[in-house]
């Protein structure tokens, strides 16, 4: 059973930073995708970045430059790096986990999201 897990959810001020993680377990697949989603208040949920089983990674166009997502294995965890924080990141923020298939088309699993918030 595949389980995802976000932490590190918070407030912070503009400007700031934040780390959030995803430890996951139960995925066997050796290529896969893992993103991060995000969904403001009254929005639709939202692609953010992903990185796959080859280490590639992207990054929507609203946080390029700022955001940085990784993958430590050996803890199974998924981290998101969220610098200069803006208003407009406000959230939740969800984990994802789906199959490589020469890119990363759908998502199969999700975790429960975590909270961010960013004041102005």
């Known amino acids: ?53 080859n280490g590639l990674t992207a990054y929507a166009d609203s946080v390029k430059g700022r955001f940085t997502v990784s993958q430590d294995n050996a803890k199974n965890t998924l981290y998101l790096q969220m610098n200069s924080l803006k208003p407009e990141a406000t959230g939740m923020y969800y984990c994802a986990a789906g199959p490589f298939l020469r890119m990363c088309p759908n998502y199969n699993y999700w975790g429960q999201g975590t909270q961010v918030t960013v004041s102005s």
């Open 1 to 53: 059973q595949v389980q995802l897990v976000e932490s590190g959810g918070g407030s912070v001020q503009s400007g700031g930073s934040l780390r959030v993680s995803c430890a996951a377990s139960g995925y066997t697949d050796s290529r896969y995708c893992l993103a991060w989603f995000r969904q403001a208040p009254g929005k639709k949920r939202e692609w953010v970045a992903n990185i796959d089983s």
